[in-house]
């Protein structure tokens, strides 16, 4: 009888082991390698169309500055040695230039959807800008999302383009969503001079945290054993884990100024990974911003006039320093 139960108790998890591993697969492809991906033309309609619904007019700005010749395109090789893109354009008024900012878009949309923000940098704020497309996103090659983790080592690339174009030693990098959370990984490495502030708009506390909530509120699971061998997938073909992807180790590292915004009624990124990440900066200055009743990446759209005042004094403090 003992002999039983001892196999039946083998076969159960090696059924329980083979189950997750293949649950594990899948929930890897999900959030790693989404469709549908790249430059075809559907998905840059699509972009197109979701920039204008969230500043309306916003593609006839861009495509103008595209026709003088203003906004311009290039490539470099990024990490990996995959080609990546990027727009960049120099400020409203160049010659006065208030310094450059890089802009980082979130998960599955590519630079045109922050149209916004280009503007408000260029047009509002006067800054020279320049936005990549991340790794499996618009323009840029890559083989899956990387979810800001070796992003940050392209926008670390982009940031030194930038300098050598514009000539400035004032740089601000603002992301939102898994922007935000690439920007915050970016703090905590070993940077330029130049790079002066940061701006996180609702990016989330660790991958591990962003997938575990998902996995709640999509499929009403708990992390384990999904999340466990969906990591354990990642480290084995991308090098990576979930909780090795943290926001908040980074921003332990951090000494530069940083601004958090996040929307009180997030429900993608709920607005606790906001507080967990400005708690996690212990060194260097740091505000927050919580945008009452903003949802997910909705704070500009919700409070325009609120948000440009926000990063341009959190900006004029920075210069100050």
């Not at 618009?138 to 940031?159: C, H, L, N, P, T």
């Not at 921003?251 to 709920?270: N, S, T």
Request: glycine share 6%.
């Amino acid at each position: 009888m003992k002999r039983i139960i001892l196999n039946v108790a083998a076969l159960a998890a090696l059924v329980f082991s083979a189950s997750s591993c293949f649950v594990g697969k899948y929930m890897c492809n999900y959030a790693l390698v989404p469709t549908p991906h790249g430059d075809d033309e559907s998905e840059i309609a699509r972009t197109r169309h979701k920039a204008d619904s969230l500043c309306p007019g916003a593609t006839v700005w861009y495509d103008a500055l595209k026709a003088e010749g203003i906004m311009k395109d290039t490539t470099i090789t990024g990490f990996h040695g995959n080609k990546v893109h990027a727009v960049y354009a120099p400020a409203a008024n160049p010659s006065e230039d208030n310094g450059t900012a890089v802009i980082v878009h979130g998960y599955g949309d590519n630079h045109m959807v922050f149209m916004y923000l280009l503007k408000m940098y260029r047009d509002d704020l006067n800054y020279n800008i320049i936005a990549p497309d991340l790794q499996y996103h618009g323009y840029s090659e890559g083989d899956y999302i990387q979810f800001g983790w070796y992003d940050r080592f392209d926008v670390e690339k982009w940031a030194d383009v930038a300098h050598d174009i514009f000539k400035n030693d004032f740089m601000v990098v603002h992301g939102v969503s898994m922007g935000g959370a690439t920007t915050m990984m970016m703090s905590g490495d070993n940077l330029p001079d130049y790079i002066r502030a940061f701006v996180d708009d609702c990016g989330y506390s660790s991958v591990w945290d962003q997938l575990a909530f998902n996995l709640k509120q999509t499929f009403h699971l708990p992390p384990f054993p999904v999340l466990n061998s969906a990591s354990i997938v990642c480290k084995h073909r991308y090098g990576w884990s979930f909780k090795q992807a943290s926001s908040v180790n980074q921003l332990a590292k951090c000494h530069r100024p940083m601004l958090f915004i996040h929307g009180d009624a997030d429900d993608f990124v709920p607005v606790k990974q906001g507080y967990k990440n400005y708690e996690a900066k212990t060194e260097g200055y740091k505000e927050i911003w919580i945008a009452p009743g903003a949802v997910h990446a909705n704070s500009f759209q919700k409070y325009p006039q609120e948000y440009l005042e926000h990063v341009r004094d959190f900006l004029a403090r920075v210069k100050e320093m």
